[in-house]
């Protein structure tokens, strides 16, 4: 049977690399899991719900929309990897040709 | 006087009586974390000179508050203003947060002293603390076998006597397992009643904080403290904070609780089974009505979490790109990929097992089948409860199949999954449920029973555990 999951594609959007070892013993993992899991599609609800759950009991709180104190600049880059003039650097976003 | 021995209650009296200084206790429980650790592992970070010194510090202040010199241990995914917060997990390796949990913050305000921060499964994704990225934790009632997970260094320590008591996180059992593993009392509040600032988000809308202690009553007080709404965490709830103590002397005597039939418990450990009918005995002779009911949604609730948490972690931890905080990759490289071998390198296979799986789940036509199926599951469980406990005041089950197992045992992921399968549903539907000690295996393994309550009932909870803890007994047995 053809595994439900494109390893690549998925590594892709989740912005990761496996080794060919992790590889190796990931995707046979994670298709078990997905097996494993799909056993929901046997559970046939006459209502369905929302598509949207909050587990708090309570009309979520709204705040006034007011501004407030936050963390200072050098608190805010303090664990910054790279960082020049009060900035976080990062690697060239716009690639040249 | 040992004071590493002592619960919280009894050394709070003690300081407050001036009959010992706080010095006195950070000190005994440092020389005692010198003594264990090198067996049990529980600490990534032991905060020995801070720690004296907010010690000599309250022992100076005229009213220095309810906790005022009590050292307690901080799981390593909650946040400790200037202390380092790891996740155990390399890509958090240096990262010294700038502010402090509420409930960290909360404790201290209290007088509490942050004594450590614990180790965990990184990122809280796991059920035996082997997944740290750093080390492992051991079971202090015995070090061949895990002290379950993710809390395992929290609970280890307090079990051990490293600290009175500590802060846990529980996203689907986190607190209670661990709790269960090494014989000592674990709470996860009601969703909303602890707030969620500064716990770093693994899942969000099941993650809690949740307290460790050694006894019912101490568990009661640490949740006093740290419970309550909160203006940083709009998913906290306003409601009043009982006085959870006082709660514990009331009479019980008209409550009913239901509890799982043989169905249910098919495939779990037999020690376990004995030890949760003679809990059932025990509530019975209480005066608890006790009444068998079946859960048919239950059977999906692994599954169904197994879809929505890592679903979750997979957009939670999609911040950890190098850019901001956090480890970065040293290469010269593009942007893109930046992120891709500072992530790549900075997560566990046990993270990037999670993080594939939910991005899977949330992906263009699998959607609908896997999260929005297990979002409407996740409902039809909670109409379930709803209903239960329309008839019911508590639902009792143990608190995992099995005492602790072996270092290395489960090494297949799926069979790890199922060490959550009565903890859960709780996290699923935001219920309070708790965790105490109800006896020993034969070969001396603490064994948990469970307590689940409705949304904001926990003085119920601890009024009904600290009854069973007393019937119980279980602070007689002692660790070798």
């Known amino acids: 049977m053809k595994p439900p999951i494109d390893i690549n594609y998925v590594c892709a959007l989740a912005r990761l690399e496996l080794s060919a070892e992790e590889r190796t013993i990931l995707a046979p993992q994670m298709v078990k899991i997905i097996e494993w899991v799909g056993q929901l599609s046997n559970l046939r609800l006459n209502d369905p719900g929302s598509e949207v759950f909050c587990p708090l009991p309570l009309p979520l709180p709204f705040r006034e929309d007011e501004t407030r104190g936050s963390l200072s600049v050098e608190e805010a880059l303090a664990n910054s990897p790279e960082k020049n003039c009060g900035f976080i650097k990062v690697p060239r976003v716009i690639e040249e040709k | ?480």
């Open chain 2, 1 to 480: 006087m040992n004071l590493t021995s002592l619960g919280l209650a009894e050394l709070r009296s003690l300081i407050h009586k001036k009959e010992v200084k706080a010095e006195e206790v950070i000190q005994a429980h440092l020389k005692r974390i010198d003594d264990r650790e090198k067996d049990i592992s529980a600490f990534l970070t032991v905060c020995g000179e801070q720690a004296l010194a907010r010690a000599r510090e309250i022992d100076r202040k005229k009213d220095p508050g309810k906790l005022a010199g009590l050292p307690i241990a901080i799981k390593d995914n909650i946040v400790t203003g200037q202390i380092r917060t790891t996740c155990a997990s390399k890509i958090l390796g240096n990262y010294v947060p700038p502010y402090s949990a509420t409930a960290v913050t909360k404790l201290e305000a209290e007088g509490a002293i942050v004594i450590g921060k614990t180790n965990l499964d990184e990122f809280g994704m796991g059920s035996s603390t082997e997944k740290s990225a750093f080390f492992l934790t051991k079971n202090p009632w015995d070090t061949s076998r895990v002290p379950g997970g993710s809390s395992g260094g929290s609970a280890a320590a307090v079990a051990s006597g490293e600290a009175v008591a500590g802060l846990g996180s529980d996203t689907g059992g986190s607190v209670r397992q661990p709790a269960a593993f090494c014989g000592v009392v674990g709470l996860k509040p009601t969703y909303g009643r602890v707030s969620r600032y500064g716990l770093v988000a693994y899942a969000s809308s099941l993650d809690q904080i949740g307290p460790l202690a050694r006894s019912v009553e101490d568990c009661a007080l640490l949740t006093q403290v740290i419970a309550g709404g909160d203006p940083l965490d709009s998913t906290s709830a306003s409601e009043p904070v009982p006085d959870y103590a006082r709660a514990l002397d009331r009479d019980l005597t008209s409550a009913r609780a239901a509890f799982l039939g043989d169905k249910a418990m098919e495939g779990i450990d037999p020690e376990v089974k004995q030890a949760y009918v003679r809990g059932l005995h025990a509530l019975s002779d209480l005066g608890i009505e006790l009444v068998e009911r079946d859960f048919p949604a239950w059977k999906y609730a692994l599954a169904c979490y197994y879809i929505i948490a890592p679903s979750e972690a997979s957009s939670n931890l999609a911040r950890y790109d190098g850019v901001r905080y956090g480890a970065r990759d040293p290469g010269q490289g593009s942007l893109k990929e930046m992120y891709l071998n500072t992530r790549t390198a900075g997560f566990g296979e046990e993270v990037k097992r999670r993080i594939l799986l939910g991005t899977f789940a949330l992906s263009s036509g699998y959607y609908d089948a896997y999260y929005a199926k297990a979002t409407q599951t996740r409902q039809f469980i909670c109409r379930e409860l709803a209903q239960a406990f329309r008839e019911v005041d508590f639902i009792i089950t143990p608190t995992t199949p099995e005492p602790a197992f072996k270092i290395g045992a489960k090494e297949d992921p799926i069979t790890m999954y199922l060490s959550d399968v009565f903890t859960v549903t709780a996290n699923l539907a935001g219920i309070p449920a708790l965790s105490l000690p109800i006896g020993l295996s034969q070969t001396g393994l603490p064994l948990g029973l469970q307590v689940m309550g409705n949304h904001f009932r926990e003085a119920d909870i601890f009024q009904l555990a600290f009854l069973l803890e007393k019937k119980v007994q279980f602070e007689n047995n002692k660790i070798n």
